[in-house]
């Protein structure tokens, strides 16, 4: 198995933009700060289930801190204005023995060019390397796009907690369909 601290990988976006997939690093910190400045508060909304423009020293503590046994966290990087810059991130986080939830963000400006499907695919490659048995999500039911991309990724909706979300679940026993 693969050391998930050191994952790093070429890919290219379904428009055909080159983009680096690799786990995060403790350094991003500035970087990961910069591509939240460029998120709405609409997508940051989806993300966090509440209005977040800054995050506490505990929060970013957390966000940043990543053991890669875990929290395995993987971050795109795409040229824009000149430089390779953070365009999207996601992670999952084991919340108990052979399971793990996973969240995304993606910038707005590179939202709908395929990097949450990409972001799913390798963290749940990553995932069944890990030896994983499930991955589950929250997503508010009004995140239209992203429920999609977890539809695609054979999700399937699990008992609702809230009605304003929609859990979801994957077996990793049975491969994906994205």
Do not use: C
Request: zero cysteines.
């Amino acid at each position: 198995m693969s050391d998930p601290a050191y994952y790093a990988r070429q890919e290219r976006l379904r428009d055909g933009t080159p983009v680096e997939v690799r786990a995060l690093r403790a350094t991003d910190e500035g970087d990961m700060l910069a591509a939240l400045e460029q998120t709405s508060v609409q997508s940051l909304q989806r993300r966090f289930f509440a209005p977040k423009r800054h995050f506490s020293d505990k929060e970013r503590a957390f966000f940043m801190a990543i053991d890669f046994k875990t929290h395995v966290a993987l971050v795109v990087l795409a040229e824009d204005a000149g430089r390779q810059a953070i365009v999207g991130g996601g992670r999952y986080v084991v919340t108990e023995p052979g399971q793990a939830e996973l969240a995304f963000v993606v910038i707005d400006a590179w939202q709908g060019r395929g990097i949450g499907s990409l972001l799913m695919r390798r963290l749940i490659d990553l995932a069944r390397e890990a030896g994983l048995h499930e991955l589950t999500a929250e997503v508010l039911s009004e995140n239209a796009s992203m429920l999609s991309v977890f539809d695609k990724a054979g999700f399937k909706p699990a008992k609702r907690r809230d009605p304003q979300t929609i859990h979801l679940a994957l077996s990793l026993d049975e491969r994906p369909m994205i």
